[in-house]
């Protein structure tokens, strides 16, 4: 059994894997009414309260740990650095000093793609190079993943967000319109009962992106009277657009390999329907590998006991 722990910004999660089957408990850290997201030191404190009931959930299924890992930063690149993920850090020290299972490390990012890949079948993606879209609240990049001996996989920008992130647009349009963050799943349902068309024309800078710009057309639409179906059916069009053409510059670039999409946001059901029905190499993660999870960090432990 391989044990994982991650302590993001907005979920606490536990997972375990056994090579085959995941199991996982996982929960949102708790926003105030009105608010836009935490302070570090709220988040801290809610994982530390999180993490003794979520471990008591998965007691039974935590039996012969072979490996336990740990996402101890947003990315694997110098300087990155939140700290909620020290909770995570410190409860995997002490399950793997209890167990005397090795402890491995890594980051969140990987842990999104490997769930990803987990979650569409396709681990064996990890021998050669990929694209993984990681879009969320803090995160709208597109990755160059490749293979390496010591990390698993690298992950390398090649396209971005060069001000919002998708998740941060949803979310502030959301509670802009009276929503309790994280607003994703209310606007996903609000935008299926609008009927209206947009002409979007995304912002683009070469390669990257430029998102400003749906918030103030979302407040703009909002002062003149526009109903919040219509609003929440133009921001999600707005970032889908925006995806595709990203994804169609890459392509272009990269020859068509297989492209994965990660991210809270990913599991759109706007966005989701509008990609997959226009690239027939790229795969969507299930939900429940899409959003913040330790998933992919149990099987970054079960990979880095695979091939040590």
């Known amino acids: 059994m391989y044990l994982g722990f991650d302590t993001s910004n907005y979920t606490t999660s536990v997972a375990l894997f056994d090579g085959e089957n995941i199991y996982q408990a996982r929960q949102l850290l708790s926003v105030k009414n009105g608010e836009r997201g935490l302070r570090q030191s709220d988040a801290v404190f809610q994982h530390i309260v999180n993490m003794p009931v979520l471990l008591n959930d998965v007691k039974n299924k935590i039996k012969d740990v072979r490996a336990v890992a740990v996402s101890t930063r947003p990315r694997n690149i110098d300087g990155s650095y939140m700290p909620c993920f020290l909770v995570g850090k410190n409860n995997a020290v002490c399950a793997s000093s209890i167990t ?5 490390e890594t980051s969140h990012q990987v842990g999104h793609i490997l769930a990803a890949l987990y979650s569409v079948g396709k681990l ?29 996989i690298k ?21 802009m319109m009276g929503y309790t963050f994280p607003c994703g799943k209310k606007l996903d349902e609000l935008s299926q009962k609008s009927s209206k068309k947009f002409n979007i024309k995304p912002s683009m800078i070469g390669m990257d992106c430029s998102l400003s710009g749906i918030e103030n057309k979302a407040k703009a639409m909002l002062d ?15 970032i889908s657009c925006t995806i595709d053409k990203m994804t169609e510059n890459l392509i272009t670039k990269y020859d068509n390999i297989p492209i994965i999409y990660a991210g809270g946001v990913m599991s759109n059901t706007l966005i989701k329907t509008n990609i997959m029905s226009k690239y027939n190499n790229a795969y969507f993660a299930h939900p429940a590998y899409s959003c913040d999870n330790a998933c992919g ?10 091939y040590e």
């Open 100 to 104: 005397g299972a090795r402890l491995y």
């Open 155 to 175: 992950a390398t920008v090649i396209a971005q967000s060069t001000d919002l992130k998708a998740g941060q647009a949803i979310d502030r349009a959301g509670v």
């Open 224 to 238: 003149k009277g526009e109903g919040n179906e219509d609003i929440s059916k133009f921001v999600l069009s707005s």
């Open 297 to 306: 960090i149990a099987i970054y432990a079960y990979l880095k006991d695979k």
């Open 124 to 152: 064996d993606f990890i021998n050669d190079q990929f694209i993984a879209f990681h879009v969320s609240g803090g995160t709208t990049e597109a990755l160059l993943v490749e293979p390496d001996s010591k990390e698993i």
